[in-house]
Protein backbone atom coordinates (compact mmCIF):
# COMPACT_ATOMS: atom_id res chain seq x y z
CA UNK A 1 0.00 0.00 0.00
CA UNK A 2 1.83 3.23 -1.16
CA UNK A 3 0.33 6.35 1.15
CA UNK A 4 2.03 9.99 -0.84
CA UNK A 5 3.04 12.48 1.98
CA UNK A 6 0.94 15.71 1.83
CA UNK A 7 0.04 17.37 4.81
CA UNK A 8 -3.03 18.88 3.29
CA UNK A 9 -4.49 15.40 2.18
CA UNK A 10 -3.51 14.13 5.74
CA UNK A 11 -4.95 17.15 7.79
CA UNK A 12 -8.34 16.13 5.62
CA UNK A 13 -8.21 12.83 5.55
CA UNK A 14 -7.18 11.43 8.58
CA UNK A 15 -10.25 13.08 10.66
CA UNK A 16 -13.14 11.78 8.18
CA UNK A 17 -11.35 8.17 8.52
CA UNK A 18 -10.90 8.33 12.28
CA UNK A 19 -14.55 8.82 12.30
CA UNK A 20 -15.31 5.74 10.55
CA UNK A 21 -12.78 3.52 12.39
CA UNK A 22 -14.92 1.02 14.70
CA UNK A 23 -13.22 0.92 17.55
CA UNK A 24 -16.01 -1.31 19.35
CA UNK A 25 -15.68 -3.82 16.94
CA UNK A 26 -16.91 -7.33 17.85
CA UNK A 27 -14.30 -9.72 15.89
CA UNK A 28 -11.52 -7.27 15.99
CA UNK A 29 -12.02 -7.55 19.85
CA UNK A 30 -12.50 -11.13 19.95
CA UNK A 31 -9.44 -11.84 17.85
CA UNK A 32 -6.99 -9.63 20.28
CA UNK A 33 -8.22 -11.64 23.23
CA UNK A 34 -7.92 -14.64 21.38
CA UNK A 35 -4.32 -13.97 20.41
CA UNK A 36 -3.52 -12.75 23.85
CA UNK A 37 -5.10 -16.30 25.40
CA UNK A 38 -3.01 -18.08 22.84
CA UNK A 39 0.28 -16.07 23.89
CA UNK A 40 -0.56 -17.28 27.42
CA UNK A 41 -0.58 -21.13 26.87
CA UNK A 42 2.65 -21.19 24.99
CA UNK A 43 5.63 -19.24 26.89
CA UNK A 44 5.13 -16.05 26.27
CA UNK A 45 7.07 -13.52 24.25
CA UNK A 46 11.15 -12.82 25.58
CA UNK A 47 10.92 -9.30 27.07
CA UNK A 48 7.45 -10.66 29.08
CA UNK A 49 8.14 -14.21 29.52
CA UNK A 50 8.89 -13.32 33.56
CA UNK A 51 5.83 -11.05 33.94
CA UNK A 52 2.58 -11.97 35.60
CA UNK A 53 0.27 -14.01 33.19
CA UNK A 54 -2.61 -11.21 33.75
CA UNK A 55 0.11 -8.69 32.70
CA UNK A 56 1.14 -11.19 29.90
CA UNK A 57 -2.44 -11.22 28.17
CA UNK A 58 -3.43 -7.49 28.95
CA UNK A 59 0.27 -6.00 27.22
CA UNK A 60 -0.08 -8.39 24.28
CA UNK A 61 -4.27 -7.80 24.01
CA UNK A 62 -3.40 -4.12 24.12
CA UNK A 63 -0.60 -4.12 21.50
CA UNK A 64 -2.57 -6.01 18.77
CA UNK A 65 -5.61 -4.17 19.68
CA UNK A 66 -3.65 -1.22 18.87
CA UNK A 67 -2.19 -2.57 15.96
CA UNK A 68 -5.46 -3.67 14.31
CA UNK A 69 -7.07 -0.43 14.85
CA UNK A 70 -4.07 1.61 13.24
CA UNK A 71 -4.28 -0.68 10.48
CA UNK A 72 -7.49 -0.33 9.77
CA UNK A 73 -7.30 3.30 9.83
CA UNK A 74 -4.23 3.55 7.47
CA UNK A 75 -6.83 1.80 4.93
CA UNK A 76 -9.79 4.11 5.72
CA UNK A 77 -7.16 7.13 4.74
CA UNK A 78 -6.08 5.07 1.70
CA UNK A 79 -9.68 4.17 -0.05
CA UNK A 80 -12.19 4.86 2.43
CA UNK A 81 -15.12 6.47 1.33
CA UNK A 82 -15.20 10.41 1.59
CA UNK A 83 -11.51 10.55 2.10
CA UNK A 84 -10.32 13.41 0.10
CA UNK A 85 -6.98 12.65 -1.93
CA UNK A 86 -6.59 9.03 -0.91
CA UNK A 87 -9.63 7.14 -2.44
CA UNK A 88 -9.72 5.26 -5.48
CA UNK A 89 -11.25 6.33 -8.24
CA UNK A 90 -14.97 5.60 -8.36
CA UNK A 91 -18.01 6.66 -10.30
CA UNK A 92 -19.83 9.89 -8.72
CA UNK A 93 -22.01 10.24 -6.16
CA UNK A 94 -25.06 10.04 -7.68
CA UNK A 95 -23.86 9.52 -11.09
CA UNK A 96 -26.86 7.46 -12.97
CA UNK A 97 -25.95 3.73 -14.48
CA UNK A 98 -25.93 3.62 -17.76
CA UNK A 99 -28.46 0.96 -18.80
CA UNK A 100 -27.86 -0.97 -21.98
CA UNK A 101 -30.74 -1.66 -24.23
CA UNK A 102 -31.12 -4.86 -26.06
CA UNK A 103 -31.72 -3.63 -29.59
CA UNK A 104 -33.20 -6.94 -30.15
CA UNK A 105 -35.83 -6.16 -27.26
CA UNK A 106 -36.69 -3.20 -29.46
CA UNK A 107 -37.47 -4.59 -32.37
CA UNK A 108 -39.88 -7.11 -30.66
CA UNK A 109 -41.99 -4.29 -29.48
CA UNK A 110 -42.84 -3.45 -33.18
CA UNK A 111 -43.19 -6.95 -34.15
CA UNK A 112 -46.68 -7.73 -34.63
CA UNK A 113 -48.47 -10.74 -32.49
CA UNK A 114 -48.92 -13.31 -35.47
CA UNK A 115 -45.46 -12.46 -36.74
CA UNK A 116 -43.69 -12.74 -32.70
CA UNK A 117 -45.71 -15.97 -32.57
CA UNK A 118 -44.30 -17.53 -35.61
CA UNK A 119 -40.32 -15.85 -34.38
CA UNK A 120 -40.73 -18.02 -31.52
CA UNK A 121 -42.54 -21.50 -32.55
CA UNK A 122 -39.66 -21.03 -35.21
CA UNK A 123 -36.76 -20.49 -32.18
CA UNK A 124 -38.28 -22.61 -30.14
CA UNK A 125 -37.73 -25.63 -33.32
CA UNK A 126 -34.33 -24.49 -33.61
CA UNK A 127 -33.87 -24.95 -30.04
CA UNK A 128 -34.80 -28.66 -30.00
CA UNK A 129 -33.18 -29.55 -33.13
CA UNK A 130 -30.12 -28.13 -31.84
CA UNK A 131 -30.06 -30.70 -28.69
CA UNK A 132 -31.22 -33.31 -30.30
CA UNK A 133 -27.96 -32.86 -32.86
CA UNK A 134 -26.08 -32.43 -30.02
CA UNK A 135 -27.37 -35.68 -27.82
CA UNK A 136 -26.68 -37.90 -31.07
CA UNK A 137 -23.08 -36.98 -31.87
CA UNK A 138 -22.34 -37.27 -28.56
CA UNK A 139 -24.08 -41.18 -28.57
CA UNK A 140 -21.67 -41.28 -31.67
CA UNK A 141 -18.77 -40.32 -29.75
CA UNK A 142 -19.08 -43.16 -27.01
CA UNK A 143 -20.21 -45.89 -29.55
CA UNK A 144 -16.47 -45.48 -30.65
CA UNK A 145 -15.17 -46.14 -27.29
CA UNK A 146 -14.70 -49.46 -26.54
CA UNK A 147 -17.71 -50.98 -24.75
CA UNK A 148 -16.97 -52.01 -20.78
CA UNK A 149 -19.34 -55.28 -21.12
CA UNK A 150 -17.48 -56.68 -24.36
CA UNK A 151 -14.72 -59.15 -23.31
CA UNK A 152 -15.08 -57.82 -19.67
CA UNK A 153 -13.01 -60.55 -18.42
CA UNK A 154 -9.99 -59.69 -20.95
CA UNK A 155 -9.23 -56.62 -20.18
CA UNK A 156 -7.76 -55.22 -16.57
CA UNK A 157 -8.76 -53.25 -13.95
CA UNK A 158 -6.68 -50.50 -14.78
CA UNK A 159 -7.89 -50.56 -18.82
CA UNK A 160 -11.78 -49.93 -17.29
CA UNK A 161 -10.76 -46.85 -15.46
CA UNK A 162 -9.06 -45.56 -18.08
CA UNK A 163 -12.63 -46.48 -20.25
CA UNK A 164 -14.65 -44.90 -17.77
CA UNK A 165 -12.23 -41.83 -17.54
CA UNK A 166 -12.66 -41.37 -21.21
CA UNK A 167 -16.27 -41.39 -21.46
CA UNK A 168 -16.12 -38.78 -18.16
CA UNK A 169 -14.02 -36.59 -20.32
CA UNK A 170 -15.96 -37.00 -23.26
CA UNK A 171 -19.53 -35.88 -21.14
CA UNK A 172 -17.24 -32.65 -19.47
CA UNK A 173 -16.13 -31.08 -23.01
CA UNK A 174 -19.65 -32.24 -24.62
CA UNK A 175 -21.80 -30.13 -21.94
CA UNK A 176 -19.00 -27.76 -22.44
CA UNK A 177 -19.25 -27.29 -26.13
CA UNK A 178 -23.41 -27.25 -25.96
CA UNK A 179 -23.68 -25.06 -23.20
CA UNK A 180 -21.17 -22.60 -24.75
CA UNK A 181 -23.51 -22.93 -28.44
CA UNK A 182 -26.39 -22.46 -26.75
CA UNK A 183 -25.50 -19.61 -24.65
CA UNK A 184 -23.81 -17.70 -27.78
CA UNK A 185 -27.37 -19.04 -30.52
CA UNK A 186 -30.48 -19.14 -28.17
CA UNK A 187 -29.90 -18.00 -24.49
CA UNK A 188 -30.42 -13.87 -25.80
CA UNK A 189 -33.17 -14.42 -27.90
CA UNK A 190 -35.29 -17.05 -26.03
CA UNK A 191 -34.76 -14.52 -22.89
CA UNK A 192 -36.01 -11.16 -24.94
CA UNK A 193 -38.97 -13.34 -26.53
CA UNK A 194 -40.09 -15.10 -23.14
CA UNK A 195 -39.94 -11.33 -21.23
CA UNK A 196 -41.55 -9.65 -24.37
CA UNK A 197 -44.63 -12.73 -24.80
CA UNK A 198 -44.99 -12.44 -20.60
CA UNK A 199 -45.57 -8.31 -21.17
CA UNK A 200 -48.50 -9.17 -23.80
CA UNK A 201 -49.91 -11.66 -22.43
CA UNK A 202 -49.89 -9.59 -18.97
CA UNK A 203 -48.28 -12.14 -16.82
CA UNK A 204 -46.94 -9.82 -13.78
CA UNK A 205 -46.28 -12.35 -10.87
CA UNK A 206 -43.47 -14.02 -12.53
CA UNK A 207 -43.05 -16.15 -9.30
CA UNK A 208 -45.74 -18.20 -10.79
CA UNK A 209 -44.19 -19.32 -13.74
CA UNK A 210 -42.16 -22.40 -14.01
CA UNK A 211 -38.38 -22.27 -13.51
CA UNK A 212 -36.52 -22.79 -16.39
CA UNK A 213 -32.87 -23.05 -15.74
CA UNK A 214 -31.86 -22.60 -19.66
CA UNK A 215 -33.88 -19.56 -19.15
CA UNK A 216 -33.12 -17.98 -16.28
CA UNK A 217 -29.17 -18.66 -15.65
CA UNK A 218 -28.23 -20.80 -18.68
CA UNK A 219 -27.81 -23.51 -16.76
CA UNK A 220 -28.46 -27.05 -18.80
CA UNK A 221 -29.26 -29.16 -15.91
CA UNK A 222 -31.62 -32.25 -16.36
CA UNK A 223 -32.18 -34.42 -19.57
CA UNK A 224 -33.90 -32.04 -22.10
CA UNK A 225 -33.45 -28.70 -20.43
CA UNK A 226 -32.61 -26.89 -23.91
CA UNK A 227 -36.53 -28.84 -25.10
CA UNK A 228 -37.85 -27.44 -21.99
CA UNK A 229 -37.49 -23.97 -22.47
CA UNK A 230 -38.51 -24.73 -26.21
CA UNK A 231 -41.87 -26.29 -25.09
CA UNK A 232 -42.26 -23.35 -22.39
CA UNK A 233 -41.79 -20.72 -25.15
CA UNK A 234 -43.85 -22.62 -27.85
CA UNK A 235 -46.73 -22.56 -24.78
CA UNK A 236 -46.74 -18.91 -24.31
CA UNK A 237 -46.50 -18.29 -28.33
CA UNK A 238 -49.19 -20.20 -28.88
CA UNK A 239 -51.60 -18.38 -26.60
CA UNK A 240 -50.66 -14.81 -27.68
CA UNK A 241 -53.73 -13.55 -29.95
Not at 64 to 87: D, K, N, Q, R
Amino acid sequence: MKISIHPEKWRKSVPRAWKQTQLLHPAKIASCVTIAALNLLWHGHGILRSSPSAVRFAVVAVVCYGVTTIAELLWLVYSGPSVTGFESPTPAAGAAPVAVIDPLVEQLKELPPAELRDEVLQLAKEMKSFEAVSDREFVNTLAGTKPLDAALDAITEAERDEVLDQQSLELMEHNLRTWRAYKERFYRPARAFRNELRKRLGIRNVNNEPRIPALDRAELTGAKPIAQAADYLAGLARRLK
